[in-house]
Each structure stands twice: as structure tokens, then as C-alpha cells.
């Protein structure tokens, strides 16, 4: 029979996208090493020193969210533009999410999002139409896991 942990807290993040993270830290440090969870498409566990670890991957040792604004100006017809913003704090071995806080405007859909240098955050928008299309400014929110 398992038994189930006294929770010390519970973490979850909520990002457009439909992207929900949720983390409980079990309030037993003694056993920490041992905890582990896994579901059907996931799994993580906490190291010794209290580091999340997902999917087997290097420990979580930061997150970081906020709302950069994005200026696509012209997406010429059925291409992908990329552009840059700066996002201090960033690194090249963070993972990163965006999602557009309003709408974007027909036939234009993010493509990418990657950090390509320090504090450099590349936002791919593609336009899939036989026009071109002049997008307007407007807040994006990202989320990165380092």
C-alpha cells in the first residue's frame, strides 16, 4: 500500500497555451532521494538536495515568467519571420514557452520560440497566406525553465 506524503507546498503554473505545471514538494527531507512520480506521459523525481528533476533531465534550477512586447511589423506571404527580443536573464540552455496575449491577427501563427544568445529571446511567426501581413505590437508571455 502506498503512502501518500504530507505536502510541504504546492507549485502550479499556469501558462497560455493551455500548459499547466503542477509540483508538490513532499515535506520529507530524510527519504527526498527516493520520492519519485510517474504518470502516463510524465515523470519526476526530487534529488537528495531538493532539485526537481523532470523526465530524467538535469535538475530544475530556475524558472522565469514575465510579458515581453513582440513588434512583428511586416510577414511577407507564406514566410516565417523570426524576431529578436530581449528577455534579461535568459540563457541558451533554458527551455522556453510563449503565448500571445491577444489574438494574432489571420493567417499569422507562432511557429518557434528559442533562446538563441544571453538575453536574446527569437519569437518565429509565420504567415500563411498569399498576402502579406503587417502585424500589430503587442505583449507576448513566456515562461523558461532552466
Known sequence: MARRLKTAFVLTLAFGLGIFIRFEVPSVRAAIGDITATGP???FR???TGRLILNASSPITGIRFGTVAVNPSSV?????????VTVTGLTTSDKVWVSVVNALEDGLVLESAEVTAANTLSIGIRNTTASAIV???????YLAIR
Open 41 to 43: 506521459n510524465d515523470e
Open 46 to 48: 526530487v534529488d537528495p
Open 76 to 84: 511577407p506571404a507564406n514566410t516565417t519571420v523570426n524576431i529578436s
Open 135 to 141: 502585424g500589430v505590437a503587442r505583449n507576448w508571455q
